[in-house]
Each structure stands twice: as structure tokens, then as C-alpha cells.
């Protein structure tokens, strides 16, 4: 799927992944607490709370990017390719 708008930036990939995860969460966030608002007409949409959960999601989103992913490594061997062009077992 094209998107409507491409922006270039001058990031590695992990950055550039941080970022479509801060755009991930703050859009789940942001549709979760508009519904809540919805189904109840007492809570305001935007309030300091919402200001604040976003900020520390995204705060948190960049620990695990630019800290935990440096620090811890997951590898997989099922799909290593040995010199024959074998599967390992």
C-alpha cells in the first residue's frame, strides 16, 4: 500500500521504527480515550491525565528503542543457512 505522504528522514532504521511505534501507541491512545470520553460525558477529552499517559508512553517506547534493543538481542537458528545452502537443524 503507497502512503499518501512520504517523508525522508535522515535516521537509522531503529529510529525510524521508534517513531512509527510512538505514532502506533499515541493513535491507540488517542482512540481508546476519545471512546472512553464518548460512553462518558464527565471526563473531558483532553486533559492533563491524556497529556500525560501519552507522554509517558512515548517516553517508555523510547527506552525500549534506544536502550533495552542495544542492550538485548534475540537470534534465531531455525533459519540460519550454513555454507552448503542448508537449512540447520
Known amino acids: 500500500m503507497n502512503s499518501i505522504y512520504n517523508i525522508d528522514l535522515p535516521f537509522d532504521n531503529d529510529i525510524i521504527n521508534m517513531i512509527y511505534d510512538i505514532l502506533k501507541f499515541s493513535s491507540i491512545q488517542l482512540t481508546t480515550h476519545l471512546l472512553f470520553c464518548l460512553n462518558n460525558s464527565s471526563m473531558s477529552i483532553f ?3 491524556f ?3 501519552l507522554i509517558f508512553i512515548s517516553l517508555g517506547l523510547m527506552v525500549y528503542w534506544l536502550i533495552i534493543r542495544k ?3 534475540f537470534k534465531n537458528k531455525i533459519n540460519e543457512i550454513n555454507k552448503n545452502g542448508k537449512k540447520r537443524n
Do not use: P, V
Open 47 to 49: 486533559n492533563m491525565i
Open 71 to 73: 542492550l538485548i538481542s
Open 51 to 53: 497529556f500525560q499517559t
